[in-house]
């Protein structure tokens, strides 16, 4: 996965419809979820496309990866936006890190309908409390 810093280096370079196409790109790229991880427990509520995170603690490095997915391209690209910020990190600092400040520079509220950026504030809040109940143990 591209970090956050490289993806924000491309979308400004970028205008409306080749912004879309880089979320979509980027949701492409987002590593397979397995069907059956994709239940009522790992749904993000109030988004207006099905999207799916589910997160995977590595013991021995201890850091959190997740897994996610949706049923729309553009959303998919904006999970994958949120993954990035986050992925593979130690759940202690996921469960810290200010999600929405890191995103602020997309500026997606302006780029996007509010359909499609409606459920972002429920992504990052599931990102955070699934890495602090890890971080609790």
Not at 4 to 14: A, G, M, S, V
Request: a negative charge.
């Amino acid at each position: 996965m591209r970090s956050l810093e490289d993806i924000l280096e491309e979308y400004e370079f970028l205008d409306g419809d080749e912004r879309y196409r880089l979320l979509i790109e980027l949701g492409r790229e987002l590593e397979p979820m397995p069907d059956a991880l994709k239940t009522d427990a790992t749904l993000v509520r109030g988004c207006s496309a099905s999207v799916w995170v589910y997160p995977i603690e590595n013991e021995g490095a201890g850091k959190l990866h997740f897994l996610a997915d949706s049923n729309a391209a553009i959303t998919k690209g904006i999970v994958a936006l949120v993954l990035a910020a986050v992925q593979d990190q130690p759940a202690q600092d996921v469960a810290g890190t200010d999600i929405a400040a890191r995103l602020a520079p997309f500026d997606l509220k302006n780029q996007l309908s509010s359909n499609r950026t409606q459920g972002v504030p429920n992504m990052i809040a599931l990102v955070r409390e699934h890495a602090a109940r890890i971080a609790a143990g």
